[in-house]
């Protein structure tokens, strides 16, 4: 009787326990003293504490985990995979098809497109840390992010493009000042924005205002650095565009296909579709892919030739002694080689286009995917499957250009290290930028270095 009498009252106890609050059990934590002049009113105060809480109860307990569909496409139900599949390979050859169009118009449609993926891509970067507060009204939130924005196209495409409108701008004073003072300008409309960001600082959102005005700047660095980057390249000439993303989309696709058919082995956690099958069968492919294209490409003017003017549609207006790597050279066979291989004779024909491409073909293989891999990590860290909708079955233009952009700085880098070290239309845009005496005493310089 005694031991079910006390069974009883344990049973009462506990439920008593269950039905009180976590505050009435646990002692209060202690709260750190704020000082007068940083203590902000009661409501801004109780929101902000309650974000806070909720941020730090985030960071301090493992992340949750995100819930995605079935793992790899083979195990997914044959009418899911199959629908899938459909979707994706009709939007992809519609995006292809556009995508050739957009070339067939020349450079200034190009680079509309380019601007135009630009600011889709970044609006949707920022909204995804904004859909988690939007009840937050602050004062000119959004505003700056797309000032800054502005800004910083500004800075990047402003002395980029006027290399190409030098007869335009110098014969214009108002234009030319421009030009010249275009990074004073610049850093002046900077700083106009960083003083309007310290004046819209709000008491009880303080770190949440910090923490955006530093994903706003990662946004800038990683898409609109990156959209530069890719222009630069075009202007060199469209094949410094074509190959690259031509690569990407590629080996995007081939590992969608060997994944589909092939794939078993999960390849990485971060993106659970992806496995080794597709990776390596993707490599392969686009290492094939890069000699047959860029044999291809090196045989026009139109897409080797640098751009020296901007014009709506180029047609075959693009004419232009062809850089030494697109035309062909011989390469003299080794003795050892010959003896093992007597057929291939005392020298080779070869494209040094088409090693540029293999070496690019590498790249967009083993190291391009890391952006879709980092693009992967940011989604699950903001619980979503996708930055956007606007592609079914695809997703945004982020989901699409994850790997261009890292793509882009690689192509960039390698091409002005060894195929275009030296950037004869930057060196003239400086010159003419010089006062007129200082350009008759670079003439007579040059007249003394060159031989008669």
């Known amino acids: 009787v005694s031991t079910q009498s006390t069974w009883e009252s344990r049973k009462s106890q506990m439920a008593t326990l269950s039905h009180r609050k976590p505050k009435d059990i646990l002692p209060a934590a202690p709260v750190e003293k704020l000082h007068d002049f940083d203590t902000?009113?009661?409501?801004?105060?109780?929101?902000?504490?309650?974000?806070?809480?909720?941020?730090?109860?985030?960071s301090?307990?493992?992340?949750?985990?995100?819930?995605?569909?079935?793992?790899?496409?083979v195990d997914q139900p044959q009418g899911t995979r199959w629908r899938n599949w459909w979707i994706r390979g009709a939007l992809t050859w519609a995006m292809l098809l556009m995508f050739a169009g957009i070339i067939y118009l020349g450079h200034v449609a190009l680079t509309i497109m380019i601007f135009a993926l630009q600011l889709k891509s970044f609006h949707e970067v920022i909204s995804i840390a904004h859909v988690r507060y939007k009840e937050n009204k602050l004062p000119?939130?959004?505003?700056?992010?797309?000032?800054?924005?502005?800004?910083a196209n500004f800075y990047f495409y402003g002395e980029g493009f006027g290399r190409y409108y030098q007869q335009v701008l110098y014969s214009e004073e108002v234009a030319f000042s421009l030009v010249r003072f275009h990074r004073f300008i610049s850093f002046c409309l900077y700083i106009l924005g960083f003083c309007a960001f310290v004046l819209s600082l709000k008491k009880g959102y303080y770190k949440f205002q910090f923490i955006q005005f530093g994903w706003c700047h990662l946004a800038l660095l990683l898409i609109v650095s990156?959209?530069?980057?890719?222009?630069?390249?075009?202007?060199?000439?469209?094949?410094?565009?074509?190959?690259?993303?031509?690569?990407?989309?590629?080996?995007?696709?081939?590992?969608?296909?060997?994944?589909?058919?092939?794939?078993?082995?999960?390849?990485?956690?971060?993106?659970p579709k992806k496995t080794w099958e597709g990776f390596i069968g993707a490599f392969f492919s686009t290492i094939v892919f890069s000699l047959l294209f860029s044999l291809?490409?090196?045989?026009?003017?139109y897409f080797i030739c640098p751009v020296e003017r901007l014009m709506l549609f180029d047609g075959d207006g693009l004419h232009c002694t062809p850089n030494p790597v697109f035309q062909w050279t011989e390469m003299p066979v080794p003795g050892i080689v010959q003896a093992v291989v007597p057929w291939l004779g005392a020298s080779l024909s070869y494209k040094?286009?088409?090693?540029h491409a293999i070496i690019m073909a590498m790249f967009a293989s083993l190291i391009a995917p890391f952006g879709g891999f980092f693009a992967s990590g940011l989604k699950r860290?903001?619980?979503?499957?996708?930055?956007?909708?606007?592609?079914?079955?695809?997703?945004?233009?982020?989901?699409?250009?994850?790997?261009?952009?890292?793509?882009?700085?690689?192509?960039?880098?390698?091409?002005?290290?060894?195929?275009?070290?030296?950037?004869?239309?930057?060196?003239?845009?400086?010159?003419?930028?010089?006062?007129?005496?200082?350009?008759?005493?670079?003439?007579?310089?040059?007249?003394?270095?060159?031989?008669?």
């Open 40 to 58: 902000p009113d009661k409501d801004a105060a109780s929101q902000d504490d309650r974000h806070l809480d909720s941020e730090d109860n985030e």
């Open 60 to 73: 301090s307990v493992a992340e949750k985990p995100v819930t995605a569909p079935a793992g790899l496409l």
């Open 140 to 151: 000119w939130f959004r505003t700056l992010n797309w000032y800054f924005l502005g800004v």
């Open 226 to 271: 990156q959209s530069h980057l890719i222009i630069q390249n075009m202007f060199n000439g469209l094949v410094w565009l074509l190959m690259p993303s031509s690569l990407v989309i590629c080996n995007d696709i081939m590992a969608y296909m060997f994944g589909f058919f092939f794939g078993r082995t999960p390849l990485i956690k971060l993106s």
């Open 296 to 301: 291809f490409l090196a045989q026009f003017q």
């Open 352 to 355: 040094p286009f088409c090693l």
């Open 381 to 452: 860290a903001f619980q979503i499957k996708d930055f956007d909708k606007l592609i079914p079955g695809h997703g945004g233009v982020t989901d699409r250009f994850d790997c261009q952009f890292i793509m882009a700085s690689f192509t960039y880098v390698y091409c002005h290290s060894f195929v275009l070290p030296y950037d004869l239309q930057r060196i003239l845009l400086l010159i003419a930028a010089l006062p007129l005496d200082q350009q008759r005493e670079i003439q007579q310089r040059l007249q003394h270095m060159l031989p008669a």
